[in-house]
């Protein structure tokens, strides 16, 4: 028998055998693939929400000068800590005017007051205030806001006339200065702006959290849980 004959009954035999090793071999990593693939996608999915963690806590931190409590898939991922109590998202600058008008023994004293105020809305960060991620969304969950603070700017005096004998008091004064601010407090949340700076909040989120699934805002009212 010649050496070509021979060599050939090795060599088909051999390359039968590599071939079916190098199967079995892509066989193997296929399995291995398939079985540790949703692992490697839970920790790849995990790790993307952590990133979405770290930039809301971020954001928080840039809006508000606060790291809010974060839960990712139900677990905590960072308590909330709150070095300021109060977030200021508006500002407006609002006129009102009162008028007192006495008359007494046909005498009558009148007294007309023009109020500036800057009225400040936003949010008691004392109450609740957190963040959910999950998969399928984020849920920031905070108190509803509110008019924190307002300002005296200016207050004109209109008019100032006193009756012969019904004199406009030091108490009449005092009492027309005490119903300007709560003129302008009535005049804010009817013009809503509480409502406006929930908005404005929401829009600041979204302006510097660009996550890849919904992002929605819950307000609640203080007196709720979270």
Not at 18 to 47: M, N
Not at 146 to 171: C, H, K, P, Y
Request: without cysteine; aromatic residues 6%; glycine residues 6%.
């Amino acid at each position: 028998m010649s050496k070509s004959a021979i060599s050939g009954r090795i060599s088909w035999p051999l390359a039968i055998a590599l071939i079916a090793f190098i199967v079995a071999v892509v066989v193997v990593i296929i399995f291995w693939r398939i079985e540790t693939w949703p692992a490697r996608t839970a920790q790849q999915s995990t790790a993307q929400l952590e990133k979405l963690g770290k930039d809301l806590r971020a954001a928080f931190i840039d809006i508000a000068h606060l790291q809010p409590r974060i839960t990712i898939n139900n677990r905590v991922y960072m308590e909330q800590t709150t070095p300021v109590s109060e977030l200021v998202v508006l500002s407006r600058r609002i006129e009102v005017e009162h008028e007192l008008v006495h008359t007494w023994v046909g005498s009558s004293k009148r007294v007309k007051l023009h109020g500036t105020f800057i009225v400040k809305a936003g949010f008691d960060l004392r109450h609740n205030l957190s963040v959910d991620i999950g998969p399928n969304g984020i849920t920031v969950q905070l108190p509803h806001a509110r008019i924190l603070g307002i300002e005296q700017e200016q207050v004109d005096v209109l008019a100032f006339e006193n009756g012969l004998w019904n004199r406009i008091s030091g108490e009449d004064m005092q009492s027309e200065l005490s119903i300007l601010p709560q003129l302008a407090r009535e005049k804010a949340a009817e013009s809503d702006l509480p409502a406006e700076a929930e908005r404005a909040l929401q829009q600041q989120i979204k302006e510097r959290v660009h996550a890849p699934q919904p992002l929605h805002s819950i307000f609640r009212n203080e007196t709720e849980g979270g």
